[in-house]
C-alpha cells in the first residue's frame, strides 16, 4: 500500500508561482514513476505531467509547457510540481499519483489531491 499526501495548494494572483510537493510512504518510492494530474470543476481529469523512476524522463502536458516543471527527490520519497506563470485556467485540484510495478502500467496509487485557484 502506497499512501500519497499532496500539499502546496492554495489561492494565487494570475503571474504567480507555487510549488506543489506529493510525499509519498514507504521504502520503494524510488521504483515508482510519478505523475500530476489535475480536474477543474466541471471538467474531465487531465495530465499535466510525469516523471520517471530516475528522473532520466520527463512528460509535460503542452497546456502547461514552459511553465510548470516536474521534478523528484528520491531520498526524500517526494515528488515537486514547480507552476509558474499561473493563470485562471489552472485552478483546479491537482493530484499525484504513482505508477507501481505491479500496477500493469497504470497509475495505481492516487492522493487526495490539493486545490489551486488562480484569481484574475
Known amino acids: 500500500q502506497v499512501q500519497l499526501v499532496e500539499s502546496g495548494g492554495g489561492l494565487v494572483q494570475a503571474g504567480g508561482s507555487l510549488r506543489l510537493s506529493c510525499a509519498a510512504s514507504g521504502r520503494s518510492f524510488g521504483t515508482y514513476d510519478m505523475g500530476w494530474f489535475r480536474q477543474a470543476p466541471g471538467k474531465e481529469r487531465e495530465f499535466v505531467a510525469a516523471?520517471?523512476?530516475?528522473?532520466?524522463?520527463?512528460y509535460i502536458a503542452n497546456s502547461v509547457k514552459g511553465r510548470f516543471t516536474i521534478s523528484r527527490d528520491n531520498a526524500k520519497n517526494t515528488v515537486y510540481l514547480q507552476m509558474n506563470s499561473l493563470n485562471p485556467e489552472d485552478t483546479a485540484v491537482y493530484y499525484c499519483a504513482a505508477k507501481t510495478p505491479q500496477g500493469g502500467g497504470r497509475y495505481d496509487y492516487w492522493g487526495q489531491g490539493t486545490q489551486v485557484i488562480v484569481s484574475s
Open positions: 516523471i520517471s523512476w530516475s528522473s532520466f524522463t520527463t
